[in-house]
């Protein structure tokens, strides 16, 4: 079964740093584009980054100069580091990736989800 396998959220203090990780299991042919969202109590799921395979990428302007998103395409895995933690980062991250499954079954596919708390 093909899923998305997150790992490396947490709890922080203000100007501290965590990585996220995820990778993608079982059989697949390809991924496309791959990224982060992030989700805060009452508020909508939002674009944290993306990066495309060939290493293009794009970041919300409240997270520029503070995150970094990576892929190794070896490991069919995506990472963010992020730096400079604020409160307002707290929210519930979620990888994104536009998987080519077979040569007829291809779409977006989520992680789980993982938490990551910063204390003021």
């Known amino acids: 079964q093909v899923q998305l396998v997150e790992s490396g959220g947490g709890l922080v203090q203000a100007g501290g740093s965590l990585r996220l990780s995820c990778a993608a299991s079982?059989?697949?042919?390809?991924?496309?584009?791959m990224g982060w969202y992030r989700q805060a109590p009452g508020k909508q799921r939002e674009l944290v980054a993306g990066?495309?395979?060939?290493?293009?990428?794009n970041y919300a302007d409240s997270v520029k100069g503070r995150f970094t998103i990576s892929r190794d395409n070896a490991k069919n895995a995506v990472f963010l580091e992020m730096n400079s933690l604020k409160p307002e980062d707290t929210a519930v991250y979620y990888c994104?990736?536009?998987?080519?499954?077979?040569?007829?079954?291809?779409?977006?596919?989520w992680g789980q989800g993982t938490q990551v708390t910063v204390s003021s």
């Open positions: 994104n990736a536009d998987l080519i499954v077979t040569t007829l079954r291809r779409g977006p596919y």
């Open positions: 990066i495309t395979g060939d290493g293009r990428t």
């Open positions: 079982g059989t697949i042919l390809g991924i496309k584009v």
